[in-house]
C-alpha cells in the first residue's frame, strides 16, 4: 500500500516538472517583450527600446528559457519558494492569498451540487420518462445553456441588487479578523476598507457563488446518478431488500443511493479541471479575488505579454492539486468499494 | 383507441426493422429533441442564409457604422426605429435617407443590432461546429489506437489525459490563444470566416478531445475482445480494416452524441473567452462579444461601454439579451438534440 502511494507520488512529481517545463517551452513561441511587463508600453508609451532592454535583464527574462526554468526549479527544490514575479511581487503571496477563495468556493459549491444534484436524480430516476423526469432534465439543460456569465450576472442583479438579500461580492474570510486600525482624522471615504471575516459572513458572501457553482455542474451530476440509480433500481440486490421487507426509503437511500454515487468520487477527480474553469467565472463576475482572477491576471494584459514565473507556478500549484486529489480519490474508491484492489495480486 | 389497429400493426413490423428505422421512429416520438432539430435548422439557415439577404433588403451590413444611430449619450437607439443614413456625416436633414434598425442599435458605434445577430451567429456557430470537429478527429483517432494496442500507448495516454484533464482549459485556450492567435488570426481561407475564428477553432479543438477520447477508449477496450473482431482477425483483416470497418461504426454514435454537446461547450468556451477580452476582435461580431459589450469588459473596468464602468456613458440592457438570449436557445437545442439522439439509441430507454 505505501509502495503504491510512493510510486503514484513519484510519477506525479515527474508529470509536475514536465507540465512546468512545457508553460515555459510554450512560452518561447510566444512573441512577447518581457520589459513591458513592468513598464508602459504600446500606444502613447514613450519607452525606449534600451529601456525594455534593461528592464528584461532586470528581470532576468533575457536568459535563455532553459537557465530561467532551472531557476524556477532550484527555487522550489532550494528555497521552497517561488520567488519574486515579474512584476515584482511575491508570488508565494499572492498564491497564499488567493487560495482560501478559491478552496471555499470548490468545497462548498461541491457540497450545494450534491445537495441539489441528489434529490433532483432521485426524482428523475423514480418518475422515469414522465413529466417530472423531462422537467428536471429541461430544468437541469437550462443550466448548462445559461452562460455562467450570464447566469452570474442574473442572480447578482436579482439577489443583490434588487432583493438585498445577499452583499455585494467580494470575499470574507472564514476566521474573525483584527479591525485595521484608522488613522486619526481621516475622512470617511478615506477610511481603508475593513475586512470582513466570521463564518457567518462568509457564508453569506459565498452564498451566491455556490450556487453559480452548483448550477453550472447540475445537468451533468443530475444525469450521471440518474442513469446509474436507473441501473441499480433492477439490480438483485434491491430486489432482494424489497423482498426481504425493506421500507422504501431504506432501500433508496441504502440500496439504490450508495453504489449510484460511487462513480461520483471518480467524477470529481477528473472533473477539477472544469470547476477551476468554472472558478475562473464565479472569481471574476464576484470578485472574490481566488486563483481565476490570480490567473487571468498574469495572462491578460493590455500589451499582450504575460508574467511567466507567476503562470508556471500557478500551474503547479494545480498540478500539485490534481495529483494529491487523484491520489486520494483512487484510495478513497478503494476504500468504499471493497472489490476494487489497487495493489494486483501479482504486485 | 383509433391509433390501437395502427400501433399493433406498427408494433409487428417492428422485428424486420434496421436500427436507423428505429431510431428514427424512437427520435420522432421525442417531441423535445425533434423541435431543437427544426429550431437548429432554423437558425443556422437564418444566420448563414438569412444574413445576405437581410443585408439586402435593409441596405447595410453588420460592421456598418451609423453614428446617429445613438444619441449624445451614447445610448443606443431602440428596437424597429429608422436611423438616419448619413454616410459617415454626423449632420441630418430631413432628406436624409434612412434605414431600419430591427433590433435597434448596438452601442456608441452604431452597428446593427440585428444583423450582427445574424453574423455573430456565424461566427459561434463555425467555431462551435468546427472545434468539435476537431476535438471529435483528434478523439476518435488517439481513443481508438489507445484503446485497440493497448499497453505503452494505453498507459501514457490515459495518464497524461488524467492530468492534463485536471487543467482549467480556459487558461491552455488563452495561452494557446496567445502564442498562435497571432499567426492564424489572418488566416480567413479567402474571407470564408472572419479574422480569428480559426485560431479559435484550433485553441478549443486541441483542448476539447480528452473526453471524447477516454469516452472511445473505453468502448474500444470492451469491443476488442469481441468474438466479431476475433472473427475478423481470422480471416486476415488487417489492424487498420479491423479499426475502420469493425470498431469506428461501434463507437460512432456515442461520438455523435457527444460531439453536440462539444458543440454547445465551445459555443459557450468562445462566449466566456470573449468575456474575458479573449475572443473574436470587434469590429467582426460573434455572440460572444455582442455579450461583452455591455456587459463590461471585466478585466478593465469602465472600458468601452461598460455596464458598470464610470465612463457616463448609458448602456442599454436590451443590448447584451438577444445575444444570450439566442445563445442560450441554441445552446440548449444542441443539449437537447444530443440527449434526444442518446435516448434514441439507447435499448434500453425503450422499455421505461
Not at chain 1, 88 to 99: E, F, N
Not at chain 2, 108 to 118: A, I, N, V, W
Not at chain 2, 264 to 289: Q, R, V, Y
Request: net charge positive; with cysteine; aromatic share 10%.
Amino acid at each position: 500500500m505505501v509502495a503504491y502511494i510512493v510510486r503514484r507520488l513519484l510519477s506525479g512529481l515527474a508529470l509536475l516538472f514536465a507540465l512546468t517545463l512545457v508553460t515555459f517551452a510554450i512560452y518561447r513561441l510566444i512573441p512577447n517583450n518581457p520589459g513591458c511587463v513592468v513598464l508602459p508600453c504600446g500606444l502613447g508609451a514613450t519607452t525606449t527600446h534600451a529601456q525594455l532592454e534593461a528592464a528584461a535583464h532586470r528581470i532576468g527574462a533575457d536568459r535563455p528559457v532553459t537557465t530561467q526554468y532551472a531557476k524556477f526549479v532550484w527555487r522550489i527544490l532550494r528555497h521552497g519558494s517561488f520567488g519574486p514575479s515579474w512584476r515584482g511581487v511575491s508570488i508565494d503571496k499572492s498564491i497564499r492569498a488567493s487560495l482560501p477563495p478559491t478552496v471555499s468556493v470548490l468545497a462548498g459549491g461541491f457540497v450545494v451540487l450534491l445537495l441539489l444534484a441528489i434529490p433532483l436524480a432521485m426524482l428523475s430516476a423514480l418518475h422515469a420518462q414522465r413529466t417530472i423526469d423531462r422537467a428536471v432534465l429541461a430544468f437541469s439543460l437550462f443550466g448548462i445553456a445559461l452562460h455562467p456569465f450570464v447566469l452570474g450576472v442574473l442572480l447578482e442583479h436579482a439577489f443583490v441588487y434588487h432583493l438585498h438579500l445577499f452583499p455585494a461580492g467580494r470575499y470574507c474570510h472564514l476566521a474573525h479578523l483584527p479591525p485595521v486600525p484608522v488613522p486619526p482624522n481621516t475622512l470617511p471615504q478615506y477610511a481603508p476598507e475593513q475586512p470582513c471575516g466570521g463564518p457567518v459572513s462568509w457564508a453569506h458572501h459565498m452564498v451566491l457563488p455556490w450556487l453559480t457553482f452548483a448550477i453550472f455542474f447540475l445537468p451533468l451530476y443530475t444525469r450521471m446518478i440518474r442513469t446509474r440509480m436507473l441501473e441499480t433500481l433492477d439490480d438483485q440486490h434491491v430486489v432482494t431488500a424489497r423482498a426481504k421487507g425493506a421500507s422504501e426509503v431504506r432501500v433508496l437511500l441504502s440500496h439504490v443511493l450508495r453504489p449510484a454515487l460511487l462513480p461520483l468520487v471518480t467524477m470529481i477527480g477528473l472533473d477539477l479541471g472544469a470547476a477551476l474553469t468554472a472558478v475562473i467565472y464565479i472569481d471574476t463576475i464576484y470578485g472574490l479575488g481566488g486563483f481565476g482572477s490570480l490567473a487571468v491576471a498574469a495572462l491578460a494584459s493590455a500589451t499582450g505579454t504575460y508574467d511567466l514565473p507567476l503562470i508556471a507556478a500557478i500551474f503547479f500549484v494545480i498540478a500539485v492539486a490534481i495529483v494529491v486529489l487523484n491520489l486520494l480519490v483512487d484510495l478513497c474508491y478503494a476504500w468504499l468499494d471493497p472489490r476494487v484492489r489497487l495493489v494486483g495480486p501479482a504486485a | 383507441m383509433r391509433f390501437a389497429g395502427r400501433r399493433q400493426a406498427r408494433s409487428a413490423e417492428r422485428g424486420a426493422r434496421s436500427s436507423r428505422a428505429l431510431f428514427w421512429s424512437r427520435f420522432k416520438r421525442d417531441r423535445l429533441a425533434l423541435t431543437s432539430a427544426i429550431f437548429l435548422v432554423f437558425v443556422i439557415v437564418g444566420c448563414f442564409a438569412g444574413l445576405p439577404v437581410a443585408e439586402h433588403f435593409l441596405g447595410h451590413g453588420p460592421n456598418d457604422i451609423f453614428p446617429l444611430a445613438a444619441d449624445i449619450n451614447g445610448y443606443p437607439a431602440g428596437p424597429w426605429s429608422h436611423v438616419p443614413n448619413s454616410h459617415g456625416v454626423p449632420v441630418v436633414t430631413p432628406e436624409t435617407p434612412r434605414t431600419l434598425f430591427i433590433l435597434g442599435a448596438d452601442g456608441q458605434l452604431g452597428h446593427d443590432e440585428f444583423l450582427r445577430l445574424l453574423a455573430g451567429g456565424q461566427t459561434s456557430l463555425e467555431i462551435g461546429v468546427g472545434a468539435a470537429l476537431l476535438a471529435i478527429l483528434i478523439g476518435v483517432t488517439v481513443g481508438l489506437l489507445a484503446g485497440y494496442y493497448g499497453r505503452v500507448i494505453d498507459t501514457v495516454f490515459s495518464r497524461t489525459t488524467e492530468f492534463v484533464m485536471g487543467f482549467p482549459i480556459l487558461l491552455f485556450v488563452i495561452a494557446l490563444g496567445r502564442s498562435i492567435g497571432d499567426r492564424f488570426a489572418d488566416v480567413t481561407l479567402h474571407g470564408a470566416f472572419v479574422h480569428g475564428v480559426l485560431a479559435l477553432i484550433l485553441a478549443i479543438g486541441l483542448f476539447s478531445w480528452f473526453y471524447p477520447a477516454r469516452l472511445v477508449r473505453a468502448q474500444v477496450l470492451a469491443l476488442r475482445e469481441q468474438e466479431f473482431v476475433e472473427a475478423a482477425r481470422m480471416v486476415g483483416a488487417s489492424n487498420f480494416r479491423i479499426l475502420r470497418k469493425h470498431l469506428l461504426p461501434h463507437v460512432a454514435s456515442s461520438v455523435i452524441v457527444y460531439g453536440t454537446l462539444v458543440i454547445a461547450g465551445s459555443i459557450l468556451l468562445e462566449a466566456a473567452l470573449a468575456i474575458l477580452n479573449f475572443g473574436i476582435d470587434l469590429p467582426d461580431a460573434s455572440w460572444g462579444n455582442m455579450i461583452s459589450l455591455n456587459y463590461g469588459t471585466l478585466l478593465v473596468p469602465g472600458g468601452v461601454a461598460g455596464a458598470t464602468g464610470s465612463t457616463g456613458i448609458r448602456a442599454s440592457w436590451l443590448v447584451p439579451l438577444w445575444p444570450s438570449i439566442a445563445l442560450l436557445l441554441t445552446v440548449l437545442a444542441f443539449a437537447l438534440l444530443g440527449e434526444g439522439v442518446r435516448a434514441a439509441l439507447d435499448p434500453r430507454e425503450q422499455r421505461r
